[in-house]
């Protein structure tokens, strides 16, 4: 697993370098690894997962395993803005299908599709713990809650 | 020994044995699926579940450890609600496709569907599919047929220690898989195969060869290294269909390597030569027993012999050939695996099963006091080479040869006259694994052609040689 | 309205280390816990009847009191905030708004276990808390309330951030630590529990962020004081209401535990339903406990009460359905949550929530039929009870709820 190359940033490894000692094993750096690295690369390629292997030394088709256990790991390209909707219990009384229906209907494309353009992905989102301000999405890495179609429209508009 | 209730029944145990095993030990079967006793236990299958008086809730039996005074009920209304429910969960995504299933006849799911589960499939959803990816030369995956009971991966990981099955994704849509379709590495891969409690992971080298309730079943030992394996061939009509690792606690477990598995396919290889074969001129021809034994004692005659034993027969074998030996005065010395001459050569390849002696009596030949073979002695002009169909011939430039035993044609050209005998698979016979135990090779077939045993043989070889000299 | 713990301070104005330690007498519990021996830290914890806000409400200083006092592997603290639980949303602004209070609390849990490391596992998607965390950790490390030594004790506690990454098993405790140690989010076999063998192989408590938060006012204000803000005898404390749905004012409500009914909640606190409409329904403690219908709301918001109503409080998130909504269409969604966190490790999990959902959604879409509501109740309960961990109650007690008391409804669309 050694001859793996490298490309990740240095960033990469001097922050999972730094981590490294608040965890009696390597394999616990698996998650903050995968999230580090999507960070930079957007998405979780084959390579990207092979290189973490062998940096925790873990076999790769272990790290695909915990990878693809977990959603927020993109295991294939996304768009610049990926826009995930909750519709589950408290989003859905406060019509968030309405807003997926829209969103589909604006963006043209169906949930867990990205824009030919490449700008955006659109995912239905399980609960996102913003009930109380419900219907809720995220953007990236940030929530929006209170939606409207309106607000939705501002922020299709805007990205 | 503490006691426990099962079924009404007082059973014994071992503080710390799970209930499988010790309701095992009564008779009393308790089904499961993801249960493996070589394997963590993981109790995911739930069809082990079980009724203990003074718990609210049924318990897997495959993670309960008995207890003094415990009373467990392996037949209640509940327990058996429950298997008929694992049951059918189990079955609502399976494709059913028995008919043309390998595992037929031997899968788990099947029988327990006929024992536990019921007459009903009241499932009227799509089915789940996946598409099949490759798992390399040795397996077949048919992910349709998986029932997530995750041995394969435990497999993997605890026993073969490469962790390169897994499974992917999670929940309804969770995916045994090899990272991108790769080939599996490891050396150990039948006994996925073995392992797999349905239809999911099985044998290429088996697919569609044989529904297994034709098959006959001989318990034996593997020829294939100094382990000595437990295994049984699977056979009819004379010829060979399948080998499996059969449980031997002090020597292989469970388990067996893919090299010592598909080892038995060269008995009946069409190469093999199974009737007595001579050269005239640079040809060879297919002859009959007088004439090929009179060929060879004419060719063995007036020379400087040396007889050869490959390290790949068995101690009877062995023992005919010494005292043939001693009766020409002729030197006898074995072979087998070049670079691994005695026992003290022999070692451990792997953590697992492999040994360096690619013959299974190594330590029979010690044990018999032969030699190993390092070169010619002075003077010698011929060799009589005897062996099982494992062990690798020696090099032998400028002598007559005669062979005995198994050999194949491509091997004929430096011998004269070959001599054909069983292999490990139509003889029995003792052998001595590397830790010196004495185990038997059954034989599941007969001869092939017209071999013949060594003994026989060599006793015919005699005879003539003694009427050529009257 | 009585005192409140919590929500007087979640404002963005709360979070600097500043605010904490001059409007909450922030780390002075720290400062006298570490003048305690562990054990009395663990009774006064007992005597406050302080019980798990995650959901299960396992009375928290018993669960300290299980792990051994010595023992050869190090011991862990782990703070559950991977809140999933739909309809929760109270740790979230603990968590932003009073980061250091969470901080103190894990540090007394820490002192009073014996564990020298603690992890503090936070759902991927709260990135933003995550780094509001970091910063309050960083901030507490050189103010020495983390770290070697802390406040002058021979104390030591490392504090680490670790991220999930969108699983809502890892809020199963096991599973958390199975994704602590960087493997899939799958429940362990129980036992041994985590007190036993935990993250690591160690013996670690895991507790959840508000009931970690309540620990720095126990140790302050005494575990008696607490207890008597219950008002039934095993709870004390407040705890926080999470209230979604058709109410004209959702949010989060803060109340002495057992301090109101369901019914109080919803019309005295939230200035009840939206638009005046009917009530139709009310879940009551999360998305996996069992449905009530209007007139099963007269009941106390604590443990005990739930339980005897045959639902539970859970995580005290409470969902309002006002009429209108069809109720069918709504247990699809929520079978289809667990379907879609299923594990897939056991049987009835993995095979089960999906039949349901499917079952559901053919109903839904108007191709049921009528045996398809036993067969509906006859799956939930080969679920039930039956499974590794407890997603499988969670996905089966409110299908087998909104079957029984909403079959009407059901029905209607097989017509």
């Not at chain 1, 295991?75 to 299908?97: F, I, Q, S």
């Not at chain 2, 415990?70 to 058996?80: E, F, I, N, P």
């Not at chain 2, 052998?431 to 090779?441: A, H, I, L, P, R």
């Not at chain 3, 406990?289 to 639902?311: R, S």
Request: charged share 25%; glycine share 8%.
């Amino acid at each position: 697993m050694s001859e793996v190359e490298r490309k990740l940033s240095s960033k990469f490894y001097s922050e999972m370098d730094k981590l490294a000692p608040r965890y009696p094993t390597r394999q616990a750096l698996l998650l903050p690894a995968l999230h580090q690295a999507q960070e930079e690369t957007r998405w979780l390629s084959s390579e990207t997962m092979a290189e973490i292997g062998a940096y925790l030394g873990m076999h790769p088709a272990k790290v695909r395993e915990v990878a693809s256990f977990y959603t927020m790991y993109n295991l294939e390209p996304v768009g610049k803005y990926h826009l995930k909707v909750c519709t589950n219990a408290a989003c859905l009384l406060r019509g968030a299908d309405d807003l997926v229906e829209h969103c589909k209907k604006k963006l043209g494309i169906q949930c867990g599709e990205t824009t030919p353009d490449q700008r955006f992905t659109l995912m239905e989102e399980e609960c996102l713990g913003a009930c109380g301000t419900a219907p809720a999405m995220m953007l990236n890495d940030d929530y929006v809650e209170n939606l409207t179609v309106q607000k939705m429209d501002e922020i299709l508009v805007k990205h | 020994m503490a006691k426990c209730t099962i079924d009404g029944k007082t059973v014994e145990f071992q503080p710390g044995t799970n209930l499988i095993e010790v309701a095992r030990s009564a008779g009393i079967e308790i089904p499961y699926y993801c249960y493996h006793p070589a394997l963590t236990v993981v109790a995911q299958c739930r069809m082990c579940a079980i009724e203990i008086e003074g718990m609210p809730k049924l318990q897997t039996a495959c993670s309960t450890a008995a207890t003094e005074g415990m009373v467990v009920k392996t037949t209640s209304d509940r327990t058996k609600q429950n298997q008929k429910s694992v049951q059918e969960f189990l079955l609502i995504n399976h494709p059913l496709d028995c008919s043309i299933c390998d595992q037929a006849g031997e899968c788990d799911l099947q029988d327990f569907s006929f024992k536990y589960g019921s007459d009903k499939i009241r499932y009227e959803e799509e089915r789940r599919t996946f598409v099949d990816d490759d798992m390399g030369s040795v397996i077949k995956k048919n992910m349709n047929r998986c029932i997530h009971c995750t041995r394969c991966i435990r497999f993997g990981a605890e026993v073969a220690k490469i962790p390169e099955i897994v499974a992917v994704q999670r929940g309804n849509h969770t995916e045994i898989v090899t990272v991108d379709n790769q080939p599996l590495q490891t050396e150990y891969a039948g006994n996925y195969a073995d392992i797999c409690p349905v239809g999911s992971l099985t044998l290429k080298d088996f697919r569609f060869k044989k529904r297994v309730w034709f098959l006959k079943k001989t318990e034996t030992v593997c020829e294939g290294c100094s382990r000595g394996c437990n295994m049984e061939l699977s056979h009819e009509k004379n010829e060979l269909y399948r080998c499996k690792p059969v449980f031997n606690a002090d020597i292989n477990k469970w388990w067996m390597c893919d090299e010592g598995r598909f080892n038995f396919h060269y008995v009946n290889d069409e190469k093999r030569v199974i009737s007595p074969r001579i050269r005239v001129g640079s040809e060879y021809r297919q002859a009959e027993w007088a004439e090929a034994t009179d060929r060879a004692a004419s060719v063995l005659k007036n020379t400087k012999m040396v007889v050869l034993v490959g390290s790949d027969l068995t101690q009877e074998e062995a023992s005919f050939a010494q005292k043939y030996a001693k009766s020409l005065s002729a030197p006898i010395f074995h072979f087998g695996t070049p670079g691994v001459r005695n026992a003290s050569e022999d070692s451990d390849i792997d953590s697992l099963l492999k040994r360096k002696s690619k013959t299974a009596n190594l330590h029979g030949m010690e044990k018999l006091g032969i030699a190993p073979f390092e070169s010619l002695p002075v003077g010698i002009t011929c060799a009589i080479v005897l062996r099982g169909g494992r062990a690798k011939l020696p090099v032998l430039s400028n002598i007559t040869q005669v062979g005995i035993g198994v050999f194949f044609a491509d091997e004929s050209k430096s011998y004269d006259v070959i001599l054909s005998g069983p292999s490990f698979a139509e003889k029995d016979g003792t052998v001595v694994n590397s830790q010196g135990t004495e185990q038997k090779f059954k034989a599941a077939i007969r001869p092939l052609g017209s071999s013949k045993p060594l003994g026989e043989i060599l006793e015919l070889l005699g005879q003539t040689a003694k009427e050529a000299a009257r | 309205m009585a005192e409140t713990l919590f929500i007087q301070h979640f404002k963005d104005d709360s979070r600097p280390l500043d605010y904490y330690l001059g409007q909450m007498q922030g780390y002075t519990a720290l400062k006298k816990a570490l003048g305690m021996a562990p054990d009395d830290v663990i009774a006064e914890v007992k005597k406050s009847n302080l019980r798990g806000r995650g959901g299960a409400g396992f009375p928290t200083g018993v669960k300290w009191g299980f792990i051994p006092k010595q023992s050869p592997k190090p011991k862990y603290l782990v703070c559950n905030a991977d809140e999933s639980e739909p309809g929760t949303f109270k740790d979230r602004d603990l968590m932003r708004y009073t980061p250091h209070l969470l901080i103190e609390g894990m540090a007394i849990a820490a002192h009073a276990i014996g564990a020298h490391v603690g992890y503090l596992y936070i759902r991927g998607e709260y990135t933003r808390e995550a780094k509001l965390l970091q910063a309050a950790i960083d901030e507490a490390y050189a103010k020495n309330y983390l770290g070697k030594g802390i406040l002058g004790s021979s104390f030591d506690f490392d504090l680490t951030v670790h991220r999930g990454a969108g699983a809502y098993i890892c809020g199963e405790e096991t599973g958390l630590l199975n994704s602590l140690e960087g493997k899939r989010g799958e429940p362990r076999v129980k036992p041994p529990f985590p007190a036993i063998s935990g993250a690591f192989g160690g013996p670690t408590i895991v507790n959840n962020v508000e009931t970690l938060c309540a620990v720095p006012f126990i140790l302050n204000r005494g575990g008696e004081w607490f207890a008597k803000l219950g008002k039934f005898e095993k709870s004390g404390g407040t705890r926080l209401f999470c209230v979604s749905g058709h109410v004209k004012k959702p949010g989060l409500y803060e109340l002495p535990a057992g301090g109101a009914t369901i019914r109080e909640l919803i019309y005295d606190h939230c200035g009840g339903t939206l638009g005046d409409r009917k009530l139709l329904a009310v879940i009551p403690g999360g998305s996996s406990a069992p449905v009530l219908t209007a007139d099963e709301i007269d009941v106390a918001l604590d443990i005990e009460p739930m339980m005897k109503a045959k639902t539970m409080l859970g995580s005290a998130g409470i969902m309002v359905i006002a009429e209108g909504f069809s109720m069918p269409k709504l247990i699809r969604r929520i079978t289809k949550f667990y379907a879609h966190e299923s594990c897939g490790q056991c049987t009835p999990c993995r095979e089960g929530c999906r039949w349901m959902e499917e079952v559901l959604g053919r109903i839904e879409d108007g191709k049921g039929k009528p045996k398809d509501l036993d067969l509906l109740l006859d799956v939930a309960d080969g679920i039930n009870g039956k499974t590794l961990c407890a997603l499988g109650d969670a996905a089966a007690g409110p299908v087998t709820s909104f079957v029984t008391k909403f079959r009407g409804e059901f029905e209607k669309l097989m017509r």
